[in-house]
């Protein structure tokens, strides 16, 4: 699903791509990264849920043609 979204967003004329996460979702972090999202940011306290407070990790990749994470995913 991600790699469509990516690629509608090329297509459409994108350049690049932001994106957040909990922190606490590694199967998540794992995926934006092996797609060479780097992390930007992170914000403290973020998400609230049953067992408290969860961090929030930022992102950002270019995704335009010519683009590492065009060309693994386009």
Same mark, same amino acid.
């Given at each position: ?7 509608? %967003? ?17 199967? %998540? ?9 780097? &992390?930007?940011?992170?914000? &403290? ?24 994470? %065009?060309?693994?995913?386009?």
């Amino acid at each position: 699903i991600l790699q469509r979204l990516l690629r509608e %967003a090329v297509s459409r004329g994108a350049d690049c791509m932001f994106l957040e996460v909990a922190a606490d979702n590694t199967p %998540a972090i794992a995926l934006y990264e092996s797609l060479g999202f780097q &992390k930007t940011g992170q914000r &403290k306290g973020y998400y609230s849920g049953p067992t408290g407070k969860t961090d929030a990790l930022t992102y950002f990749s270019m995704v335009g043609p010519g683009n590492s994470l %065009a060309r693994k995913t386009l």
